[in-house]
Structure formats: C-alpha cells, structure tokens
C-alpha cells in the first residue's frame, strides 16, 4: 500500500505562481512512476506531469515550460511548481504513484487561478 497527501492549493491570481507537494509514505519500494493528474469541473481527469524511477519527467503540451515535477532525494516527497498560472489551470489536482502494477491516488488539493 502506497499512501499519498497533497498540499499546497489555493487561490491565486493569473500570472501568479503555486507549489504543490505530495507525501508519500507506506511501501515505496518499486515505485516506477510518480506523476500530478488534474480534474476541472465537468471534465475528465487528466495527466499534467510524470517522474520516473529513474528520474526523466514529462509534462503535457499545456503547462511545459510552466510547470515543473520534482522530487526529494529520498523520493517521498513530488513537487509541482507551477508558474504563468492561467485561469484554465483551475482544478483539483491529485498526485498518484503506480506500484506493481497498482494506481495509488491522493485525495487532491484545489488550486483556483481567478482575479
């Protein structure tokens, strides 16, 4: 079992900057892929970046060079910085881990971008 807290969400206004933490505790061994999702009212949940065991990261098209996924040197902790916010990155955001073939998820953190 793989447990995940986020934290970090807010009220921001656009053009402002967030960071995101996730919290990982419980089994973490074999861990290949740590990654933030995103869920917008009235719309699917959707992939905003991903880390790797072995370190490499993707970020979908609409938020590279914005936001950045990063981890501690213990990987327990992922962070997302997120910069140039635009009112459209307004969601609940959710860090998940995948674990021998199982999805964890946590239970999301709201970030509202609105002036």
């Known amino acids: 079992q793989v447990q995940l807290v986020e934290s970090g969400g807010g009220l921001v206004q656009p053009g402002g900057s967030l960071r995101l933490s996730c919290t990982l505790s419980?089994?973490?061994?074999?861990?290949?892929?740590t990654g933030w999702h995103r869920q917008a009212p009235g719309k699917q949940r959707e992939l905003v970046a991903l880390?790797?065991?072995?370190?490499?990261?993707h970020h979908v098209d609409s938020v590279r060079g914005r936001f950045t996924i990063s981890r501690d040197g213990a990987k327990s902790t992922i962070y997302l910085q997120m910069n140039q916010l635009k009112e459209e990155d307004t969601a609940v955001y959710y860090c998940?881990?995948?674990?021998?073939?199982?999805?964890?998820w946590g239970r999301g953190t709201q970030v509202t971008v609105s002036s």
């Open positions: 880390i790797l065991k072995d370190g490499n990261t």
């Open positions: 419980g089994s973490l061994g074999d861990i290949s892929a």
């Open positions: 998940a881990a995948i674990r021998s073939g199982q999805q964890y």
